[in-house]
């Protein structure tokens, strides 16, 4: 909130000016153009309200969600490189080198120049990506991350109480997914089958300590933050209570376009 209330009314005005190209503005939203302090005073006042009783509730859930589609995107880097991670993207983009392409109502291109691109993974982000328009900064593309139920992620060992609570074995596999990991893999590091592998980790999941992602034909396996807590001993961290739990998804309405590599 303080870096929106920070925002030097010359970008805003560039930024709200472009918006009305594509878009009628409200009133409000044109004053706040104009640089009304109270414009900026009820914009933020909202967005505190909405995530103070929509986002802050859900945060450990959100972030779950988000891990687990970093830890897809990173596997697809590590194994094929930047073609993989680029062809493991939503649907609504495809990588067809050196262009990414992505729907979105309005037809425009993105040229890189050798600059990068950051990918982001919004929880919020629905149906097309968005790019940031800036070019002082770093091109930036938020794309939906996926909303799978359930199956993605360095090796922690488990506390020996959680051994006595969950099972010796089942408190293995879930020291084993801290680090993120398939079925397979996870076979391996707690050395069981792997249909055993993927009952236990179908029992953790159950029990909220596990997400699951499937990505193509492979299964990734990441821990829940109520399954990292449990595995470091119950130290919740800064967000509190760990939560599990679905949340409906809203979109934002934000600016996709194809990015040229």
Same mark, same amino acid.
């Given at each position: 909130?303080?870096?929106?209330?920070e925002?030097?009314?010359?970008r805003?005005?560039q930024?709200l000016?472009?918006?009305s190209?594509?878009?009628?503005?409200?009133?409000? !939203?044109?004053?706040?153009?104009?640089g009304?302090?109270?414009?900026?005073?009820?914009l933020?006042?909202?967005?505190?309200?909405?995530?103070?009783?929509? !986002?802050?509730?859900?945060? +450990? #859930?959100?972030?779950?969600?988000?891990?687990?589609?970093?830890?897809?995107?990173?596997?697809?880097?590590? &194994?094929?490189?930047?073609?993989?991670?680029? +062809?493991?993207?939503?649907?609504?983009?495809?990588? %067809?080198?050196?262009?990414?392409?992505?729907?979105?109502?309005?037809?425009r &291109?993105?040229?890189?120049?050798g600059? *990068?691109?950051?990918?982001?993974?919004s929880?919020?982000? %629905?149906?097309? =990506?968005v790019?940031?328009?800036?070019p002082d900064?770093? =091109?930036?593309?938020v794309?939906?991350?996926? #909303?799978?139920a359930?199956?993605a992620p360095?090796e922690?060992a488990?506390? %020996?109480?959680?051994?006595?609570?969950?099972?010796?074995?089942?408190s293995?596999?879930?020291?084993?997914?801290?680090?993120g990991?398939?079925?397979?893999?996870?076979?391996r590091?707690?050395?069981?089958?792997?249909a055993?592998?993927s009952?236990?980790?179908?029992?953790?999941r159950?029990?909220?300590?596990?997400?699951?992602?499937?990505?193509? +034909?492979?299964v990734?396996?990441?821990?829940t933050?109520?399954?990292?807590?449990l595995?470091?001993?119950?130290?919740? *961290?800064p967000?509190?209570? =760990?939560?599990?739990?679905?949340? *409906?998804q809203?979109?934002?309405p934000e %600016?996709?376009?194809?990015?040229?590599?």
């Amino acid at each position: 909130m303080q870096a929106l209330r920070e925002t030097p009314p010359e970008r805003v005005h560039q930024e709200l000016g472009r918006l009305s190209t594509v878009r009628t503005l409200p009133a409000w !939203i044109r004053s706040m153009a104009e640089g009304d302090p109270r414009a900026f005073a009820k914009l933020t006042g909202a967005l505190q309200a909405y995530h103070e009783a929509a !986002i802050a509730p859900y945060w +450990s #859930h959100i972030q779950a969600q988000i891990e687990a589609d970093r830890a897809v995107r990173g596997r697809a880097l590590l &194994d094929g490189g930047a073609d993989a991670l680029l +062809s493991s993207l939503p649907p609504m983009m495809r990588w %067809r080198a050196p262009v990414l392409e992505a729907d979105y109502p309005v037809d425009r &291109d993105i040229h890189l120049n050798g600059r *990068g691109l950051l990918l982001v993974p919004s929880f919020f982000c %629905r149906r097309t =990506p968005v790019t940031y328009v800036n070019p002082d900064l770093a =091109p930036v593309l938020v794309y939906p991350a996926r #909303h799978m139920a359930e199956c993605a992620p360095a090796e922690v060992a488990a506390p %020996r109480s959680l051994g006595k609570l969950v099972g010796h074995t089942r408190s293995a596999v879930l020291g084993s997914i801290g680090g993120g990991c398939t079925t397979s893999e996870l076979a391996r590091r707690v050395g069981v089958s792997a249909a055993s592998a993927s009952q236990h980790a179908g029992v953790l999941r159950e029990a909220g300590l596990v997400l699951t992602l499937r990505n193509g +034909s492979a299964v990734m396996h990441t821990l829940t933050p109520l399954g990292a807590a449990l595995l470091r001993g119950g130290h919740r *961290g800064p967000q509190g209570r =760990p939560r599990v739990q679905p949340v *409906g998804q809203s979109s934002i309405p934000e %600016r996709s376009t194809p990015a040229t590599m």
